[in-house]
């Protein structure tokens, strides 16, 4: 009876997140009378159209946005892992004078939402000459994903048996390898976790790419996609499908990573 | 191969000192083992002549060299861990190979040295799997695999037995004996196991409170223990201590035991005199006599242990031969010869000059 209760609050929660997506696929392949008309209904073959794809695929800025928000976000991720896997080790496993002080600087990026510095940061990249370049987007997001990835993977690195890294030093390895080779393999569902969580906000954020970049050749696609929406005339089709397109990379990342990302949410939990 | 000598070491943390000044030497090609209960220091001496931990205070030589400023590795030490610490997501040849490739070594001298480990170790047809596939037994050969390719001047194992269950201990014990014999390294060896420490070492160290109790031969150590914690802590099960007065008569005696002379007289009133369980006999006869009610009598066979108590309390253990044992709420007289008596003086010290008198 209770776990009955507790599927039914699970399933009502799914169909809730699930709901607004579906309506955005199911309405990408209908006409534009259809969208208004009855948006609710699944397209059928009087309703069934394509027009939204190929007026995306017409324009001629979509695979420049798609690849725009593909090398931002790729590139923040790469950056992210690799000096926040590093940033971890060097907090976990060397006790310095400044350790304690610097994770509770980092601690305060997880509480301080980044937008707050928005202004600052708008400033900065104007005087580093950043300004509306995919760069300054990827610094930002940097910024953004690295507090919380040095917390996850500070966790797992605390778990790796210390009796590891001592083998590893009578071994004789440098310690940059002893990171590299030993450490980090290990670190990998932790690193598939924190990847899909600072993947994730970066390729749907919107505010960023809004204020730091103006030419459309510098936009990403959720950026991009507002394009479509006018003052007076949106053009839904377009926007729909744009949208259900960008949903796609996001879902196989998911895909790619879910059975890392499991082990890596129950790892700590569990043990 | 090489001696290792230690001075003054010292280790504290912060107001804590966990090895208070210890001076140690070992020899070239000499199996030591370290032993003591949990805290008293063993590991914390291993990690630091592997360079694990930093030394507060004192000298390590390994050789002629100081190495208390040195790498581990620059160090020639080969240490095997408890936990096997292999490294997971390589195979066995990896494991053992992967520290070699750091040192700037030639391939075919890298190959050499880890087919004659496998040969050594029976791994030959284990190279190419993961740890995980492998049984107890096996991950702990390969850890001491990892540590032979190295040809170390010194290996260090830290309690490598105690991950395994009871058979395959007693087995890798035989075998890292046949090891030390083969390739006549210095070796030191921690471990809380007596067993393992009697059987293996050529001398071993009993730690107590971060300092040595005594060093000695294992026999050395389990007939004549220098104080009373080596006497209590050496021997299963363990040394029977009785506290003894002054009795009437230029005597000694306790509230169970029978007065009997000594001579010379022990300085300082209270004493304490020790008898091992295999020395107690149930004949009343001998120059040292307690009487006690059997409580519990374990018959394993060969022998029975007896466990009995005083009239004040005290335990006592006797381990009896044969067929002949007592019964439980027997009241019985132990007795003992003068030379299986170990005397300790008040501070827990051996007294060895001293000479027991039978009663009468």
């Known amino acids: ?271 | 191969m090489a001696t290792l000598s230690i001075r003054g070491l010292t280790k504290s943390y912060g107001d804590a000192r966990i090895l208070k000044g210890l001076d140690l030497d070992i020899n070239d090609g000499e199996f030591l083992v370290l032993v003591g209960p949990s805290g008293c220091g063993k590991s914390t001496l291993l990690r630091m002549i592997a360079g694990l931990d930093s030394v507060t205070k004192g000298d390590i030589r390994i050789g002629e060299r100081r190495v208390n400023d040195l790498e581990p590795a620059a160090r020639r030490i080969a240490m095997v861990f408890q936990s096997y610490a292999l490294y997971p997501h390589m195979n066995v040849a990896k494991n053992m190979t992967f520290g070699l490739k750091f040192s700037g070594m030639a391939k075919p001298e890298i190959d050499r040295r880890v087919s004659e480990a496998a040969r050594m170790l029976r791994l030959e047809s284990l190279l190419d799997r993961r740890p995980r596939d492998l049984s107890g037994g096996q991950r702990q050969r390969v850890a001491i695999g990892r540590a032979i390719v190295r040809e170390p001047d010194v290996f260090l194992f830290d309690e490598p037995l105690s991950n395994l269950d009871a058979a395959l201990r007693v087995s890798t014990r035989v075998e890292i004996a046949k090891l030390h014999r083969l390739l006549k390294a210095t070796m030191i060896y921690v471990t809380h196991d007596q067993t393992e420490a009697m059987t293996l070492a050529d001398r071993i160290v009993v730690m107590n409170q971060g300092e040595i109790a005594q060093v000695g031969r294992p026999l050395d150590l389990y007939y004549a223990p220098a104080n009373l914690f080596v006497a209590s802590f050496i021997g299963s099960p363990a040394m029977n201590l009785f506290d003894i007065a002054p009795a009437p008569g230029a005597k000694f005696g306790g509230p169970s035991v029978e007065p009997f002379g000594l001579d010379p007289a022990p300085a300082g009133a209270a004493f304490k005199i020790g008898v091992r369980p295999e020395h107690l006999r149930l004949d009343a006869a001998g120059d040292f006599r307690v009487a006690a009610t059997v409580e519990l009598v374990e018959r394993l066979g060969e022998i029975s242990y007896a466990h009995a108590r005083t009239k004040d309390g005290k335990a006592v253990v006797a381990e009896l031969r044969g067929r002949d044992v007592p019964e439980i709420g027997d009241a019985v007289s132990f007795g003992a010869e003068a030379r299986d008596l170990h005397i300790f003086d008040a501070d827990g010290l051996r007294i060895d000059a001293a000479h027991v008198k039978p009663p009468g």
């Open chain 1, 1 to 271: 009876m209770r776990r009955a209760g507790v599927h039914a609050v699970l399933i009502a929660y799914s169909l809730l997140a699930v709901a607004p997506i579906l309506l955005v696929v199911m309405n990408s392949f209908k006409a534009r009378n259809a969208i208004f008309g009855s948006p609710l209904a699944l397209p059928g073959p009087d309703s069934f159209s394509l027009i939204g794809y190929s007026k995306v695929f017409r324009s001629a800025h979509v695979f420049t946005w798609f690849a725009n928000s593909l090398i931002v976000t790729l590139g923040a991720m790469v950056l992210t892992l690799l000096f926040g896997a590093m940033a971890a080790w060097a907090l976990t496993e060397y006790r310095l004078r400044w350790t304690h002080a610097l994770a509770l600087y980092l601690s305060i990026g997880i509480m301080v939402p980044i937008r707050l510095g928005s202004i600052a940061i708008l400033t900065m990249m104007r005087a580093a000459g950043l300004n509306d370049t995919l760069t300054a987007l990827i610094l930002v997001y940097i910024a953004q994903g690295l507090p919380m990835a040095i917390f996850i993977l500070s966790e797992f690195i605390q778990q790796i048996p210390q009796d590891l890294r001592d083998a590893a030093r009578c071994d004789g390895v440098p310690e940059i390898r002893i990171f590299f080779e030993v450490v980090a393999p290990l670190l990998r569902p932790a690193l598939a976790t924190v990847a899909v969580f600072t993947i994730v906000p970066i390729w749907n954020d919107l505010w960023f790419p809004l204020i730091l970049t103006s030419s459309e050749s510098t936009h990403t696609i959720t950026l991009g996609v507002q394009q479509f929406l006018g003052q007076y005339i949106t053009d839904w089709n377009s926007v729909l499908a744009a949208l259900s397109m960008a949903i796609l990379p996001v879902v196989a990342i998911y895909v790619i990573f879910s059975r890392q990302l499991i082990s890596g949410l129950t790892a700590g939990a569990v043990k």
